[in-house]
């Protein structure tokens, strides 16, 4: 079956390291993978979206690689501050579908 | 303009009874989708709207569950004799789709049902 693993664990890290949220899938062959953030109480909203054939995408403090090979999507904030504290969820358009599968999200607590 | 917008905010019923939820798309947006999101889980995705296709129904997890899209706009999520496990956050979102699957999803902020 297809799934979408993140780590379910929070990441805790200092102020101004690199923050690095790991997503990992089977049994997809997906097109593109997109990362949003979700804070509590509110929707997700979209971040970053990167292609099959694109290996590394970057925006501002953010950067996404992805890794068709070892099914892999790595998402860095670098510099990172206490208001990038919130839940991050990778994203794959599933097989035949239209719609998005996301996974379960990493917490990420920055500290000042 | 306005983002998605999703109505009520919360909702508390008993269960056995039926309940609407409501969510107007961004204007424009021809794509809308209904998920669902149980404490410190990911979003399950429900049912997918797009323009005057047929929905993709796959997600919904039972018959007691149904969507409508009226005009191509407004969409209202009915779950009919609600259980206690029904009890979540259902978010909806839009997006552009214009025949490009990567559109992003632009996403309301949700309703969240507790059946007692």
């Known amino acids: 079956s297809q799934k979408i693993e993140q780590n379910s664990e929070a990441l805790n890290i200092q102020e101004g390291k690199t923050a690095t949220l790991t997503c990992n899938y089977t049994?997809?062959?997906?097109?593109?993978l997109q990362w949003y953030r979700q804070d509590p109480g509110r929707g997700p909203v979209f971040l970053l979206l990167i292609r099959e054939n694109e290996k590394e995408k970057r925006k501002e403090r953010l950067k996404v690689t992805f890794d068709t090979t070892l099914k892999q999507s790595l998402f860095h904030i670098t510099a990172s501050q206490p208001a990038d504290s919130a839940t991050y969820l990778c994203a794959l358009r599933r097989t035949g579908r239209r719609a998005l599968t996301f996974g379960s999200g990493t917490r990420l607590q920055v500290q000042p | 303009g306005a983002g998605v917008s999703q109505s009520p905010s919360n909702k508390v019923t008993e269960k056995g009874k039926d309940v609407e939820l409501r969510c107007d798309p961004i204007?424009?947006?021809?794509?809308l989708y209904w998920y669902r999101q149980s404490l410190g889980q990911g979003l399950e995705f429900l049912i997918y709207f797009q323009g005057n296709s047929a929905p993709d129904k796959s997600g919904l997890p039972s018959d007691r569950f149904s969507a409508e899209r009226t005009g191509g706009s407004v969409s209202t999520l009915t779950i009919q004799r609600t259980q206690q496990e029904d009890s979540a956050v259902y978010l909806c979102a839009s997006s552009l789709d214009s025949g490009r699957s990567y559109n992003e999803q632009f996403f309301g902020p949700g309703t969240r049902l507790t059946v007692l």
């Open positions: 049994n997809y062959s997906p097109a593109y």
């Open positions: 204007s424009g947006h021809t794509a």
